[in-house]
């Protein structure tokens, strides 16, 4: 199958390789040249005055996260792990990686869930996907996000499923940022160790405000408050964790991000 014409554009200051489609986030870059302002705003705060930060991207996409955050960090000496399953998505990562001549992101073409595996991933039309990024490995909930009938399941590709827990990077980690479709509490649940390990870093996280997935959200949200941490929201899709005992807090206000650092040890 013939992947779909590339378009470059400019996005928060930085180039991308997006797709010259129909494609839902590559037309919001395209029009608007952002993404997400407030989730950045929120990393870059609970980022700034750590060196050599290390930061996790569960459920990169095309790096429109990973790339403003690791050229942020970059400079102090701070990796950046991005995971993402699809693996033409994972090549445009990789690339718009490779143009903002980023040297301090890992790239995993790989799954992250409860516990190690493997998992198939159907063959996609990119060319008539309306948005590539709403790929679920939720079973059932494709055509809750419109992408079924782009879908070739009689091509499948095998990737790896790895879980938080039996991950170990270089660094501390001071941001956990995991947007996956779906399958957050999969993340959470297969990482406990990893957090504390870590001493309960901030997660920002997206979360499905279907009313189909409404159980799903609340069993999230759910499993992220028992290990301790409190939940805000961030956007319509969009929340933050914060634990207490992480010596890094900010304060977000609904109709805008005020910031402060309260060291607690």
């Not at 995993?108 to 490995?137: C, H, M, R």
């Not at 992480?246 to 309260?262: L, M, N, P, S, T």
Request: proline fraction near 3%; charged fraction near 25%; include cysteine.
């Amino acid at each position: 199958m013939t992947l779909p014409r590339i378009a470059r554009v400019e996005c928060d200051g930085f180039d991308f390789s997006v797709f010259a489609t129909g494609d839902f986030i590559s037309q919001v870059i395209i029009k608007d040249g952002t993404w997400e302002p407030r989730v950045r705003a929120a990393a870059q705060m609970l980022l700034r005055g750590f060196d050599a930060a290390t930061v996790l991207d569960v459920g990169a996409n095309i790096g429109l996260f990973s790339v403003p955050t690791a050229s942020m960090i970059g400079a102090t000496g701070g990796r950046l792990y991005a995971f993402e399953a699809q693996r033409v998505v994972f090549q445009q990562l990789c690339a718009n990686i490779f143009a903002n001549r980023l040297d301090c992101v890992w790239a995993f073409n790989q799954a992250v869930g409860a516990e190690p595996g493997e998992v198939e991933i159907p063959t996609f039309d990119y060319a008539k996907a309306s948005n590539v990024g709403a790929f679920s490995l939720v079973e059932g909930l494709q055509e809750l996000r419109g992408l079924d009938d782009c879908a070739d399941r009689s091509r499948m590709e095998t990737i790896e499923l790895i879980s938080l827990d039996n991950l170990e990077v270089e660094g501390r980690v001071r941001l956990v940022k995991i947007d996956v479709e779906g399958m957050e509490i999969d993340v959470v649940r297969g990482g406990h160790d990893f957090l504390r390990r870590h001493s309960f870093p901030p997660i920002i996280f997206e979360v499905w405000e279907d009313e189909a997935f409404a159980d799903g959200r609340k069993a999230l949200f759910e499993e992220i408050t028992s290990l301790g941490y409190a939940i805000t929201r961030l956007g319509r899709d969009s929340f933050i964790a914060q634990h207490p005992d992480y010596e890094a807090q900010i304060d977000v206000r609904i109709d805008g991000i005020k910031v402060h650092f309260a060291r607690t040890k």
